[in-house]
């Protein structure tokens, strides 16, 4: 089975530009979870939906950050304007719904890692 | 609110040392309890988990017993071999809309 796809792989800009993050989650997976790891501030979670509905959003740093989530197999994270300080390894998780069972794990991407020149 | 804290890390071992690491939470409630693992260059996978009171989680041979007298969830391996070398995280849902507290995570580094 696919897991969730996240694309590009890496991403090297220079500050200013846009920059959008792409995410694929498993078929059938009703949340979607976006994660920002550093070194300094460690897995920080930045936004998650649940059918395609924005739920908490409480993470995101500040209003340069946005997501959607247009349909339910495909998500995006954008930066505009960039700055270096957003470098970072930037993760997509998806996960079933509860109601399914106590403890559904999130299943991670294999991360964006971002840097911003 | 709810919180989740392991041990600082790096933890050096020589292989086919045994391996603890600590993780303790906060949380009302009873929360899900998990192990996810994360090597080089890659995302996190679940390691392990347990949803109840005394419940065992356990997988490629690391255990972890859900301990809700002490709120705790340490991981533990007899024997650790050169791949277990990676950076583990303890991390609680409390089955709210899946949203996951992650602890600060630990690196493990297993030598020859």
């Known amino acids: 089975d696919a897991g969730v796809i996240q694309s590009p792989r890496h991403e090297v800009t220079e500050m200013g530009q846009e920059v959008t993050l792409r995410c694929k989650p498993i078929s059938g997976h009703d949340y979607l979870f976006w994660y920002r790891q550093t070194m300094m501030r460690g897995l920080e979670l930045l936004i998650y939906f649940n059918n395609n509905v924005p739920i908490d959003d409480s993470g995101m740093p500040e209003d340069r950050f946005s997501a959607k989530m247009p349909n339910a197999s495909f998500s995006t994270l954008k930066i505009q304007p960039s700055e270096p300080r957003d470098s970072a390894v930037y993760f997509c998780?998806?996960?079933?719904?509860?109601?399914?069972?106590?403890?559904?794990?999130?299943?991670f991407g294999d991360g964006t890692r971002l840097s911003i020149l | 609110g709810d919180s989740v804290t392991q041990m600082e890390g790096p933890v050096t071992l020589s292989e086919e040392a045994f391996l603890t690491i600590n993780c303790t939470y906060t949380?009302?409630?009873?929360?899900?309890l998990f192990w996810y693992v994360q090597y080089p260059g890659e995302g996190l996978q679940l390691l392990l988990k347990?949803?109840?009171?005394?419940d065992k989680g356990s997988n490629k041979g690391f255990e972890a017993t859900y301990r809700k007298e002490t709120t705790s969830f340490h991981l533990e391996k007899g024997s650790v071999q050169v791949s277990d070398s990676a950076v583990y995280f303890c991390a609680l849902t409390r089955n709210q809309g899946g949203k996951l507290i992650f602890g600060q995570g630990t690196e493990l580094s297993v030598k020859p």
């Open positions: 347990a949803t109840k009171a005394d």
């Open positions: 998780a998806s996960s079933l719904m509860e109601g399914l069972g106590a403890g559904q794990p999130q299943h």
């Open positions: 949380a009302t409630g009873y929360p899900s």
